[in-house]
């Protein structure tokens, strides 16, 4: 059973930046699809960020093209998520999910089988 574990959430200012990470374990990241989404207050969980481990390739929500950047470092198998220019509007718990490799780099939720339990992200204005 693969389990994903999310941290470096906090509370931050406008304009600031964190990293999030996500650990795995029962699983490598070589071999699963992987994806970043956030649910912010009284709204259903959005799609953030997909990587492709083949190519090292990410692909963005709109909302968050030029701020944020995915990626991974296989050998502690953990992905990461590079937060810039952060808005109060990124207020959410961030997940990480995965799911097999034919899941590609997709938005949907549904579409992935293993889930972190989130890590909360806060920026003040």
């Known amino acids: 059973q693969v389990q994903l574990v999310e941290s470096g959430g906090g509370l931050v200012q406008a304009g600031g930046s964190l990293r999030l990470s996500c650990a795995a374990s029962g699983g490598t990241f070589t071999r699963l699809a992987t994806a970043w989404f956030r649910q912010a207050p009284g709204k259903e969980r959005e799609f953030v960020a997909a990587?492709?481990?083949?190519?090292?390739?990410?692909y963005y929500a709109d909302s968050v093209k030029g701020r944020f950047t995915a990626s991974r470092d296989n050998a502690k198998n953990t992905l990461y998520l590079q937060m810039n220019g952060l808005k109060p509007e990124d207020t959410a718990v961030y997940y990480c999910?995965?799911?097999?490799?034919?899941?590609?780099?997709?938005?949907?939720?549904?579409?992935?089988?293993?889930w972190g339990q989130g890590t909360q992200v806060t920026v003040s204005s």
């Open positions: 990587l492709t481990w083949i190519a090292s390739i990410g």
């Open positions: 999910a995965a799911g097999g490799l034919r899941i590609g780099t997709s938005n949907r939720d549904y579409d992935y089988d293993y």
